[in-house]
């Protein structure tokens, strides 16, 4: 048979997770799809005449396909077609950005007013102004400002603007639970009507402009979302888009990748994009613009230069920075304390019972040993079941004399008996001092137990407490902001480190513990100290750490962490809070970067 030509010689379309591309070929071809899928490194065949390959790889290397051999055969399934086409040309756009970083953007601040559409009426402050105008001239955006630098409204404000063009007509919000309130509160104000806003918790509202749902429900909600947003050109927001930051290695990135190109624009925002190092950033980068945003971010690190870096970069995010706020110092101060002779005996032994070996192959292992390590450095008798895993412990004062030959285990058991946590200590004088003040204080500690045993030894300050499992969270929120005999909130950075603002009331925070996560650490940071606050405002932060234990360890880490974020972003602020010392992760936030530190430290305790 003649060779027509428009015969299909390769098609190319999305697989079901539309994080990979089939490409299919007929037998004629058979050969040449091997070859061609070779030279991807995701490339392998699912069958003698189809292979796949991932999305990312192939938006990134689009120059391999020219090597195919019938180039007026090759077909392209419409919505794959359509991202190829809107990928060069944002790597277009990108480059030239790139090529000159001094150029003016293609908006300018004081056209913003004027994009917004009849409907707009939210305030915007010139630092907003300038972060949209950049994101407008960008097409697809980034916006790493700090929290509380209002992020929420300035991405209000793109889609309005996109809106009014006619290029998009709906708005899909991924965010944690948390958020929910501030992007229900700025969709009804920022617009002369609020839009029809819904968050998706099992039933669907068709007709919503603005669609609002939670990390957690994203992947059982795939094909729901992906119908909604191919109903209507769409815009897509990734809020506190650090959730995502595995990329398609998680569960959450997985989802997001998926979505992504169903959206005619793509926009995230995250005060803290890369809390444990580049690659972070680049599945960040990688889902704002696929193929080219990671491919950019590993040749900008490559040398290993974070100035260097930062400045080529710097054209591909906006930021408002903690400076740019204009806020008052925040006092940041480590106090150490040493434990008492039984404590420290038992941490030791614990230590000394744990195998670094082992645990050297299994990160999940290593990150259980460093969550147990983090309870016995606080207080050992947290690794013990209570009847439940809420069941504060039980101090009876005074310390009683500690028996001769009693065993490891019931000296844990007993611990609370004998000695009161060096932690606990302190947090509570911290807590009564402040209250004798009339100031408020926010109590930040790892572990439930840890934080219903605070609860009950400063119950006479009227405790309001909030973790995983707290039932009317916003009603211990409200007796913290407005009962005056309510003094402290003990909380957890993984419950309340995003989305809260705590800054009108509480100006002290104290942490009885912190986890290697940088990023967690750093958003909780902004709970208390963010825009709005009052000029003057002293705004002190206390982190306590027993020494030689694994909190030393934690501090170098949170060091090193914060220091590589705050070069990235040419942010100073956060690298002074290295000077100081997502998504579901391993126990403890332990990341591969931070073992050859806790092993050290397990092998020399």
Same mark, same amino acid.
């Given at each position: 048979?003649?060779?027509s030509?428009t015969?299909?010689?390769?098609h190319?379309?999305?697989?079901?997770?539309r994080?990979r591309?089939?490409?299919?070929?007929?037998d004629q071809?058979?050969?040449?799809?091997?070859?061609?899928a070779?030279?991807f490194?995701?490339?392998?065949?699912?069958?003698?005449?189809?292979?796949?390959?991932?999305?990312?790889?192939l938006?990134?290397?689009?120059?391999?396909?020219g090597?195919?051999?019938h180039?007026?055969?090759?077909?392209?399934?419409?919505?794959l077609?359509?991202?190829?086409?809107?990928?060069?040309?944002?790597?277009?756009?990108?480059?030239?950005?790139l090529?000159?970083?001094e150029?003016?953007?293609?908006?300018?601040?004081?056209?913003?007013?004027?994009?917004?559409?009849?409907t707009?009426?939210?305030?915007?402050?010139?630092?907003q102004?300038?972060?949209i105008a950049?994101?407008?001239? $960008?097409?697809?955006?980034a916006? *790493?400002s700090? !929290? /509380?630098a =209002?992020?929420?409204? #300035?991405?209000? &404000? %793109?889609y309005?603007?996109?809106?009014?063009?006619q290029?998009v007509?709906?708005?899909?919000?991924?965010?944690?639970?948390?958020?929910?309130?501030?992007?229900?509160?700025?969709?009804?104000v920022?617009f002369?009507y609020?839009?029809?806003?819904?968050?998706?918790?099992?039933?669907?509202?068709?007709?919503a402009?603005?669609?609002?749902?939670?990390?957690?429900?994203?992947?059982?909600?795939?094909?729901?979302?992906a119908?909604w947003?191919k109903?209507?050109?769409?815009m897509i927001?990734?809020?506190?888009?650090?959730?995502?930051k595995?990329?398609?290695?998680?569960?959450?990135?997985?989802?997001?990748?998926?979505l992504g190109?169903?959206?005619?624009r793509?926009?995230?925002?995250?005060?803290?994009?890369?809390?444990n190092?580049?690659?972070? $950033?680049?599945?960040?980068?990688g *889902?704002v613009w !696929? /193929?080219? =945003?990671?491919?950019? #971010?590993?040749? &900008? %690190?490559?040398?290993g230069?974070?100035?260097?870096?930062?400045t080529?970069l710097?054209?591909?995010?906006?930021?408002t920075?903690?400076?740019?706020?204009?806020?008052?110092?925040?006092?940041?101060r480590?106090?150490?304390?040493?434990?008492?002779?039984?404590?420290?005996?038992?941490?030791r032994?614990?230590?000394?019972?744990?195998?670094?070996g082992?645990?050297?192959e299994?990160?999940?292992?290593?990150?259980?040993?460093?969550?147990?390590?983090?309870?016995?450095?606080?207080?050992?008798?947290?690794?013990l079941?209570?009847a439940?895993?809420?069941e504060p412990l039980?101090y009876?004062?005074?310390?009683?004399?500690?028996p001769?030959?009693?065993?490891?285990?019931?000296l844990?058991q007993?611990?609370?008996?004998?000695?009161?946590?060096?932690?606990?200590?302190?947090?509570?004088?911290?807590v009564?001092?402040?209250?004798?003040?009339?100031?408020?204080?926010?109590?930040?500690?790892?572990?439930?137990?840890?934080?219903?045993?605070?609860?009950?030894?400063?119950e006479?300050?009227?405790?309001?407490?909030?973790?995983?499992?707290?039932?009317?969270?916003?009603?211990?929120?409200?007796?913290?902001?407005?009962?005056?005999?309510?003094?402290?909130l003990?909380?957890?950075?993984?419950?309340?480190?995003?989305g809260?603002?705590?800054?009108?009331?509480?100006h002290?925070a104290v942490?009885?513990?912190?986890?290697?996560?940088?990023?967690r650490?750093l958003q909780?940071?902004d709970r208390?100290h963010?825009?709005?606050?009052?000029p003057?405002?002293?705004?002190?932060?206390?982190?306590?750490?027993?020494r030689?234990?694994i909190?030393?360890?934690?501090e170098?880490?949170?060091?090193?962490?914060?220091?590589?974020?705050?070069?990235?972003?040419d942010?100073p602020?956060?690298?002074?809070?290295?000077?100081?010392?997502?998504?579901?992760?391993?126990?403890a936030?332990?990341?591969?970067?931070?073992?050859?530190?806790?092993?050290?430290?397990?092998?020399g305790?």
């Open positions: 048979m003649t060779e030509a015969e299909t010689s390769l190319l379309g999305f697989d079901a997770t994080t591309v089939v490409l299919k070929t007929t071809y058979r050969q040449d799809l091997v070859q061609l070779a030279r490194r995701t490339g392998g065949q699912l069958g003698p005449l189809s292979a796949s390959v991932a999305l990312d790889e938006l990134a290397d689009l120059g391999v396909l090597s195919w051999p180039h007026v055969g090759v077909e392209w399934a419409p919505e077609r359509s991202l190829v086409a809107g990928v060069i040309k944002d790597a277009n756009t990108v480059k030239e950005r090529a000159d970083s150029a003016s953007p293609a908006v300018a601040s004081a056209d913003v007013p004027s994009m917004l559409g009849d707009w009426e939210g305030e915007l402050n010139s630092f102004r300038r972060d950049k994101l407008l001239s $960008l097409g697809h955006g916006n *790493f700090v !929290p /509380g =209002g992020k929420t409204r #300035v991405a209000l &404000a %793109v309005a603007a996109q809106k009014a063009q290029k007509s709906r708005l899909l919000v991924v965010c944690p639970k948390s958020a929910y309130e501030s992007w229900r509160y700025e969709t009804a920022c002369s609020p839009l029809r806003t819904h968050v998706l918790d099992g039933s669907m509202d068709q007709w402009e603005v669609l609002i749902v939670n990390y957690e429900r994203l992947d059982r909600s795939l094909s729901q979302l119908g947003l109903s209507g050109p769409s927001i990734l809020d506190e888009a650090h959730r995502m595995l990329g398609a290695r998680g569960t959450y990135g997985a989802a997001c990748m998926a190109p169903l959206a005619e793509r926009l995230i925002l995250t005060g803290t994009p890369a809390p190092g580049s690659k972070d $950033l680049e599945n960040l980068l *889902f !696929p /193929g080219h =945003g990671q491919r950019t #971010v590993v040749q &900008a %690190v490559a040398g230069d974070l100035a260097y870096a930062s080529v710097r054209p591909l995010f906006t930021r920075t903690k400076q740019e706020l204009g806020l008052p110092p925040m006092q940041l480590m106090r150490y304390v040493d434990m008492p002779d039984l404590h420290s005996e038992i941490y032994s614990l230590v000394g019972g744990m195998s670094s082992a645990a050297r299994d990160l999940s292992s290593l990150g259980k040993t460093a969550l147990r390590l983090l309870m016995a450095a606080t207080s050992p008798a947290l690794l079941e209570g439940s895993r809420h039980v009876q004062l005074p310390p009683l004399e500690v001769v030959g009693t065993s490891l285990y019931s844990m007993d611990l609370p008996d004998y000695e009161l946590s060096p932690k606990y200590k302190e947090a509570i004088a911290i009564a001092e402040n209250a004798a003040q009339g100031r408020k204080t926010l109590v930040w500690t790892t572990f439930v137990r840890s934080l219903t045993t605070l609860a009950q030894m400063l006479k300050y009227s405790p309001a407490v909030v973790y995983g499992g707290t039932p009317d969270r916003d009603e211990q929120l409200r007796r913290f902001r407005e009962d005056p005999s309510c003094m402290v003990i909380s957890n950075p993984a419950t309340l480190g995003e809260i603002s705590l800054h009108h009331v509480c002290d942490y009885v513990d912190r986890d290697f996560m940088a990023g650490f909780s940071l208390i963010r825009l709005g606050l009052a003057g405002t002293d705004t002190r932060v206390t982190v306590l750490a027993v030689n234990t909190d030393e360890v934690v170098v880490r949170l060091d090193q962490k914060l220091e590589f974020m705050g070069k990235i972003l942010d602020t956060v690298q002074q809070l290295a000077d100081l010392e997502e998504e579901p992760s391993v126990a936030g332990l990341a591969p970067s931070d073992i050859e530190a806790l092993l050290r430290h397990m092998g305790a």
